[in-house]
């Protein structure tokens, strides 16, 4: 059954808790469109704002949530796509024309995290996220380097796509995964005990992988064990992805966002007219689920929490 269908918008129900996700008379929302591909949304709670990049336009724009304005933040960005925000509440940027994953200080200055691993440049690091103890996890597929699109043709360095680790103290990047086709989005469960990242390689082909795999993290909290496969890609492809204080995870594909539960089960779906990339809880109570579509950012409210 669907609820608040609006020009191709609105909640699908898989299973029934999925309708206690929401009110009924909720309504996806458009607050604005013009970008090309959008992107990377992080939100800051301190000035009630969120951030997004429009990847192909080389901008990070900027949402304000106490008016409802947007504007230009960063132009040109290093053609940016994940953002997210630190403990200390700065900006974290990966930068696909710059290979690089950048932190913006306070004062508005750019300082470079990590560029390289063992003395070669990265891929185009593609999204990133904060762990409790201050570490960085990011990943480094190649779509910022295999065409103009996103960034430029350019040479890859490494022996592939992986996925790493900064260490808050030394600054150190290491590699913690190297089984992939192209990794995407990641995100931590709650309580940090696993990592989800997804696996967006049938991007390049039809026979490559297209879903969320599920590892432990090691008790050290710093390297990876196990994975097993949490959910495959129903249609298009998984992009960024968030889980919510109750551990429900909600990705990104082709035909809007899907909610699943942590035994991998699909309990429901926000259908957007057009496909959705990324996506970030944000507002006073983290309420507000903050949708990147392609050329549009679309908003609604939920009666769970990021």
């Known amino acids: 059954m669907f609820y608040g269908e609006i020009d191709g918008s609105g909640f699908e129900v898989i299973q029934p808790e999925f309708a206690n996700c929401f009110v009924g008379h909720a309504r996806v929302e458009r607050l604005w469109t013009g970008g090309r591909w959008s992107e990377g949304p ?5 000035g009630r704002y969120l951030l997004w990049s429009d990847i192909p336009n080389n901008k990070i724009m900027r ?3 106490t008016d409802g304005s947007v504007s230009v933040f960063r132009s040109p960005s290093g053609f940016a796509n994940g953002n997210t925000t630190d403990r200390q509440g700065r900006l974290l ?19 470079v995290l990590a560029d390289k691993y063992k003395g070669k440049r990265l891929n ?16 480094d597929p190649d779509y910022g380097i295999i065409a103009d699109y996103e960034g430029k043709v350019d040479t890859m360095e490494q022996d592939g796509c992986h996925v790493y680790r900064i260490d808050p103290h030394t600054v150190e990047v290491t590699r913690v995964a190297n089984d992939f086709d192209h990794p995407n989005g990641l995100a931590f469960s709650t309580d940090e005990k696993h990592l989800f990242i997804a696996d967006s390689g049938g991007t390049e082909g039809p026979t490559r992988p297209k879903h969320i795999r599920r590892f432990d993290v090691d008790t050290s909290g710093k390297t990876l064990g ?10 298009g492809f998984f992009d960024g992805f968030r889980i919510d204080q109750q551990d429900r995870l909600w990705a990104s594909c082709a ?7 942590q035994d991998g ?25 903050f949708i990147c579509g392609t050329t549009s950012l679309y908003a609604v409210y939920l009666k769970v929490n990021g």
């Open 42 to 46: 992080a939100w800051f709670g301190g």
């Open 63 to 65: 949402y304000d949530d």
């Open 93 to 111: 940027t990966c930068e696909h024309y710059n290979r690089r994953l950048t932190r913006t200080e306070h004062d508005g200055s750019i300082t």
């Open 226 to 235: 196990r994975s097993t496969i949490f959910a495959e890609c129903p249609t």
């Open 265 to 289: 089960q699909l309990i429901g779906k926000i259908k957007i007219p057009e496909m959705v990339a990324n996506l970030t809880f944000g507002g006073l109570q983290r309420n507000r689920l």
């Open 255 to 261: 035909e809007g966002v899907i909610c699943y539960r």
């Open 124 to 139: 185009s690091p593609n999204d990133v996220v904060v762990k409790s103890d201050d570490s960085i996890w990011f990943t």
